[in-house]
């Protein structure tokens, strides 16, 4: 009877198991590039190759160190500094890293270094600014305050010639530890600057938005023709000055238009006008904050203008309106 766990290849019975070959037997290493093991290399390393500088380098390249001659792979560096004798390629070593064992201390107050001994710049030491005169580039002033706080431009600074500003003098600005302020020093109060943020409004304020000139009246533009002569009593006038009316009076076609709320939108519906400076969605906004009317820029084009009554903060890059000419303030620095 056939034994059926009898193995039908009879080639591989007799045949010795041949020896497993390991993937990780190293390779026999080539001599030849290596000196004798007990000869004496001097300035060198004798487990390392060594090439004679008649022959070619291993690495397929002739850089070799300039101290020792030993190959190297690039030139010697910094970085990569000869690994025989550390030659650096005669650049400077790098710079040794401070001893850190004292940090586990707490530096004490008087230790610290905040900069005391480093000339920090001071922003309020730079008094430069430029006026950029849009219409004509040509005639842009640039004026240093030098050791002064304040300067006042007029007619001859400004604009040669232009009688809508003032002779005497049109604006002044001032710089406080670089803070910088503007007010309206002219006779024709022809002063105004955009309303980027909030400006406070008063009584009679003129407000230029697009091509249109408006004066600002909070209550009702009709005078009160009861009291005539006669003092007004307690309860006829309001204390707190909280009325939600306002009036804008265009002044160039005389018409009036009023306003109730105390969040109010301005734009070229609102106002009557068929005017493409005046935005069509919305151009301004009036906003009643505790009594005081404050108005804000909202168009595309940032044409809303407010005059300047009083002493206000000036930015960077604010346009300004004197007279008929618009200026662009810009703070420069020193070179």
Known sequence: MRNPFRSKNKKNQNTPNKPIKEPWTPKPIDQSNYRATNETVVGRKADRPFIDKNQASAFGHN?????????????????????????????????????????????KFNSIDFGQNEKVEDSSETKVFTLVNESSPDMSIMADLGEANTIILGRDELDPGNTSISSEGHIQLRENRGI????????????????????PL???????????IF????????????????????GQFDLANSSNSVTLVDEMEGSTKAFTGRDIDLNRITLGIDEPSISRQQHATLENRDG??????????????????NEVLLRDQTRLILGSKVYRFELSSEE
């Open 63 to 107: 850089y070799r160190c300039v101290e020792c001659s030993y190959p190297l792979r690039t030139l010697a560096s910094v970085e990569s500094p000869c690994p025989n004798c550390g030659y650096t390629g005669g650049q400077p070593e790098p710079p040794v890293k401070p001893n850190l064992e004292s940090a586990k201390k707490t530096i």
């Open 180 to 199: 910088w302020y503007i007010e309206d020093v002219s006779s024709n109060g022809a002063t105004f600057m955009q309303a980027l943020s909030y400006q």
């Open 202 to 212: 008063r009584e009679g304020t003129r407000i230029i938005l697009g091509n249109r």
């Open 215 to 234: 004066r600002f009246s909070a209550g009702s533009s009709l005078p009160n023709q009861n009291t005539g002569k006669r003092t007004m009593q307690f």
């Open 292 to 309: 005081t009317w404050m108005i804000v820029d909202r168009s595309a084009n940032k044409a809303t203008f407010v005059q300047v009554m």
